[in-house]
């Protein structure tokens, strides 16, 4: 009889340990809900809300958020048509944090045409501006809620009713002064680094990077404070700044953005949260903001 009881002692002692080994399943990777995807679940872009910066080594395509800052897109817009970008530069490089362009001579002002030079900030949204929210079930600490808008990370606060675009890797901030309203979006920036939250409702965020990143994400680091290049010949020049419906339709990037609320990228987000396959021993069962992409594929 003692025999029997320490036998299922040492079952059930097994048995727990079994139990708390995680999971070894061979779960979805992103590849294969990739893969899996309808052509329904993805979304081209809209030419009328996609730049085209030209570097020497080639293109970055950006796509500018108006449901978040309508009148920085705007003024951004305006820009671009009327040739502002074209010969600035990239003038900053912050390890860990971001590259910066703008104009490279402070003391030769380059005329704004008919953009604004003065906006007031729009650090955050009334939540009705944004139709197209899908919550993330992770918690976060810079936000009561979060989740994506249209492939764009966005914390909210449902209480105050305000929503507004996150400083993850590749989103388009644009730069300012102490005061709120110094920025008109003739300095601008993209995270190169961690994501600095802290960031957030703090400055204007227009955009972000769907194809390109690496030409910016490899610009030299400047030796300057705060990274800016103390040499003219370590600035990367900008050749041109296009708004994409500008540019001929047989010259647009043909890129594709998953929809986030698709199925699909409800599979993404829990293939990324809990990873499967050979490798992870352990899934996290989290998934950070700025840790979950939406994907982006050419097409024909």
């Given amino acids: 009889m ?6 299922a ?10 139990a708390a080994e995680p999971a070894k399943a061979n ?44 009148n920085h897109v705007a003024n951004i817009k305006t820009l671009a048509r009327e040739h502002f970008y074209d010969g600035i530069a990239i003038t900053r490089s912050q390890d860990n944090f971001v590259v910066q362009w703008g104009n490279p001579d402070e003391d030769k002002p380059r005329p704004l045409g008919s953009a604004k030079a003065k906006l007031q900030g729009e650090f955050t949204v009334p939540i009705k501006n944004d139709k197209h929210f899908v919550p993330m ?5 810079y936000a009561p ?35 709120p309203d110094s920025a ?20 204007t965020v227009v955009g972000r990077v769907v194809s390109g990143m690496q030409l910016l994400s490899t610009v030299p680091r400047g030796p300057a404070p705060m990274g800016f290049f103390d040499k ?17 339709e047989a010259e647009r990037s043909k890129l594709e953005v998953m929809r986030s609320e698709s199925p699909s990228y409800a599979a993404a987000l829990e293939s990324m949260r809990n990873r499967g396959g050979p490798f992870y021993v352990r899934p996290a069962g989290h998934l950070d903001l700025c840790n979950a992409p939406i994907p982006v ?3 024909k």
Wanted: with cysteine.
């Fill in 2 to 7: 003692q025999a029997l009881k320490l036998c």
């Fill in 9 to 18: 002692l040492a079952l059930a002692i097994a048995g727990a340990a079994q």
């Fill in 27 to 70: 779960k979805p990777s992103l590849a294969d809900v990739i893969k899996a995807s309808k052509p329904g679940e993805w979304r081209a872009l809209d030419p009328e809300n996609t730049l085209y910066m030209e570097l020497p080594g080639g293109r970055v395509v950006i796509e500018l958020a108006p449901d978040f800052a309508p």
């Fill in 137 to 141: 079930k992770d918690k976060d600490g």
């Fill in 145 to 179: 809620q979060v989740g994506h808008s249209n492939g764009f990370p966005v914390g909210r606060d449902p209480k105050a009713g305000v929503t507004w675009l996150a400083h993850c890797y590749g989103m388009i901030g644009v730069g300012r002064d102490n005061s």
């Fill in 184 to 203: 008109n979006g003739a300095e601008l920036y993209a995270v190169t680094g961690q994501s600095p939250r802290q960031l957030d409702r703090n400055i």
């Fill in 232 to 248: 003219p010949e370590m600035r990367v020049p900008i050749k041109s700044v296009k708004v994409a419906a500008d540019v001929p």
């Fill in 297 to 299: 594929r050419e097409t």
